[in-house]
């Protein structure tokens, strides 16, 4: 598994998810997409758990992806290393992604305030989601290199 391959990848995906749930973010919030014609109210507890389920799950997927990431017992083997960050990085991902959708739904319902901030907050958290070269260790080979592999 080519880790530039991977890499691309999984940039294309960020962008394209994030891109997605930005548009959908700023039409619901401009109400140029108004899928709830009157604001309704959302109840108490729900905005509770919700508010609840986002810190957790922020920080809770950031330390999963660290603790998958420190399961690689063979980093010496670039093809078990790219698997398992592609494993890793697809959970991170995943969370961060279902959050900030459950938030903009229930913005787009309720146009509480509450769930456009903690929207916001997970935007940010996306920042640190952003896929690293630098993990994977992915280096240019010299010519030298490349005649010797031949």
């Known amino acids: 598994m080519n ?3 991977v890499i691309r990848n999984l940039k294309v995906l960020f962008f394209i998810t994030f891109t997605v749930q930005l548009v959908f973010f700023v039409s619901f919030a401009f109400q140029w997409i ?3 014609p009157n604001s309704t109210t959302i109840p108490i507890a729900l905005e509770r ?4 389920i986002t810190m957790l799950s922020i920080p809770g997927a950031l330390k999963l992806y660290s603790m998958i990431m420190s399961k690689n017992k063979h980093p010496e083997d670039t093809n078990f290393t790219t698997a398992l960050y592609r494993k890793a990085y697809i959970t991170r991902f995943g969370i961060l992604f279902f959050v900030a959708t459950l938030n903009i739904i229930l913005y787009a319902i309720s146009f509480n305030k509450n769930f456009m901030l903690l929207t916001l907050i997970t935007f940010t958290a996306y920042i640190f989601s952003y896929p ?3 993990y994977l260790n992915i280096t240019e080979e010299t010519e030298d290199e490349k005649d010797r592999k031949e």
């Not at 758990?49 to 609840?52: C, D, I, S």
């Open 132 to 134: 690293s070269e630098g």
């Open 34 to 36: 108004n899928i709830s």
């Open 3 to 5: 880790s530039k391959l």
């Open 49 to 52: 758990y919700t508010l609840l």
